[in-house]
């Protein structure tokens, strides 16, 4: 390891203070702690988002902010004085072809949902540990439903379903 630092490239163990540059061939350099310039990659998302039950994974990333756009909707249609100009203006479509059914919209529904309790398997799966959250640990979401009758039954479809089957059509 070098004691001195300053001026040249060289290579080293990162055990002491960052107070000098480093300079790596063929890279640009970095950014403020290490944050690499030359790589345009978007944000992980470390954590899975909760999905609605039987719910698909999609072939191609999700919508950016999609779950905020969703939000808006909610807090907008419980505000809205006139539900079914609300829908129009955020083009929910009333009638939607999907899988050779012609769907006819009914209701739509939120859900308050909160999370007051975790399950931990046990090593082998055939138990688990439940632990109640503490309040900082406790999550809160509302789950939004559009619910289609298709001729037979009833077909409730999430806001990321319904845009997904409206991009196909």
Known sequence: MHRHHHGHEHD?????PHDHEHHHPGHPPHGPGHNHLHSHRAPVQWQTPHQPDG??????????????VEAAFVDGFFQAPDPTSFLRLARIPFEIAADGENLKLLRVEIDALTDVGSLTPHIGGGT??????????VSRRRRLRFVYFDGASLRALSYAELRDIQTLA
């Open 55 to 68: 719910a698909k994974e999609h072939a191609i990333g999700p919508e950016p902010d999609l779950d905020k």
């Open 128 to 137: 688990f540990r439940y632990d109640p959250l503490p309040s900082n640990f």
């Open 12 to 16: 080293h163990e990162h055990d002491h």
